[in-house]
């Protein structure tokens, strides 16, 4: 199979050909078909990154596919299914694997495989996708399930007032998941207009400039109140205390941008706020579930997030240019097949 491989930071991704991996008990082969680019794809194949994947390792955690193969005991999947998989596994029995919350089992492993034409999945945590869905539907369900996760963290609803720094998919999915749950404002930000109307096509009531005028235009924007709520998931050094600084007295903050770099804020500015900070990291087994029965409800704005689609043999070359500015929000890679 060809398949994407990291052979260490700061050097771009390399095509080879790979043996197609067997399934083990309690294993899942899929063919791959999308898998999206993530924000933590560039950040941990840069050279001066403090976190990066492990030497030879095929990455891509964004997909979806078809079953081709099934190992021993599996009996929740048959060959043929189109799924969308969690990219880890964990022990399988211990009280976070058994409350689907695989992130947190100390066992915890990373399968990965997206940007190649088979990978590996624990059978239990693949989620069949329903007739409506396409498979790049599918490769969408991870990072909202990323956003599911961060706002059932904090109990977001119908009263909240929210502020969401950041307009990559990670924001975008905090703003589609904040719509869900009908919040009364959602008041998207970032330091560039170019992805304002995706925005508001997610959910949000409002876009501002995170310029010198910021914090008039929110409060215009909340007609004269703070966020009680802010997300931040721009990923950036000095993100974290711009949410802390506009969040309003006894709100949360929570950060789900994954900055890889030493950032800083002022503690005592914050207890003064008495704020909450909340770090949120990946999903729960309910969150993905969550994520595909609301694309399969018809909720399916993400769909807009995706500014094109790219061959494998191509993946190299766009991860290198996405390093610098641009237009794309959310790109898929197609595999053959």
């Known amino acids: 199979m060809k398949a994407a491989v990291f052979n260490g930071a700061g050097k771009p991704l390399v095509i080879e050909d790979r043996p197609i991996p067997e399934p083990g008990p309690g294993q899942a082969l899929i063919a791959v078909?999308?898998?999206?680019?993530c924000g933590s794809d560039l950040a941990m194949t840069a050279c001066d990154s403090p976190v990066t994947f492990a030497t030879g390792c095929v990455p891509g955690h964004e997909y979806a596919g078809t079953i081709?193969?099934?190992?021993?005991?599996?009996?929740?999947?048959?060959?043929?299914?189109?799924?969308?998989a969690f990219p880890v596994a964990g022990c399988g029995s211990c009280d976070a694997c058994r409350a689907g919350d695989p992130y947190g089992c100390s066992a915890c492993t990373y399968l990965m495989g997206g940007f190649g034409e088979y990978a590996l999945a624990r059978a239990e945590l693949c989620v069949r996708l329903p007739q409506t869905l396409t498979l790049a539907d599918?490769?969408?369900?991870?990072?909202l399930a990323c956003g599911a996760q961060a706002v059932r963290l904090v109990g977001v609803g119908p009263s909240s007032r929210v502020l969401v720094l950041g307009v990559g998919p990670i924001g975008l999915a905090a703003i589609w998941w904040a719509a869900r749950a009908g919040c009364r404002q959602i008041v998207a930000a970032a330091p560039s207009q170019r992805r304002a109307e995706l925005a508001l096509a997610m959910g949000a009531h409002a876009f501002v400039a995170l310029d010198d005028h910021f914090a008039q235009g929110l409060s215009d924007a909340l007609g004269g109140n703070a966020p009680d709520i802010v997300f931040e998931g721009a990923g950036k050094p000095g993100a974290i205390a711009t949410a802390l600084e506009h969040v309003g007295n006894r709100g949360t903050v929570v950060s789900s941008g994954m900055c890889l770099s030493q950032d800083s804020f002022m503690p005592g500015f914050a207890m003064m706020k008495q704020v909450r900070l909340q770090f949120s990291m990946a999903y729960l087994a309910q969150d993905f579930r969550d994520s595909v029965?609301?694309?399969?409800?018809?909720?399916?704005?993400?769909?807009?997030?995706?500014?094109?689609?790219?061959?494998?043999?191509?993946?190299?070359?766009?991860?290198?240019?996405?390093?610098?500015?641009g237009d794309d929000c959310k790109v898929l890679v197609e595999l053959a097949g």
């Not at 078909?33 to 680019?37: A, E, K, L, V």
């Not at 769909?303 to 290198?320: F, N, Y």
Request: aromatic share 0%; hydrophobic share 45%.
């Open 33 to 37: 078909r999308r898998c999206g680019i």
């Open 68 to 84: 081709v193969a099934l190992g021993k005991d599996v009996t929740n999947l048959s060959i043929g299914d189109a799924v969308s």
């Open 138 to 143: 599918g490769a969408l369900v991870e990072p």
């Open 293 to 325: 029965a609301a694309l399969d409800a018809g909720h399916v704005e993400p769909r807009a997030m995706v500014t094109r689609t790219i061959a494998l043999d191509r993946l190299p070359a766009t991860i290198e240019a996405l390093r610098s500015p």
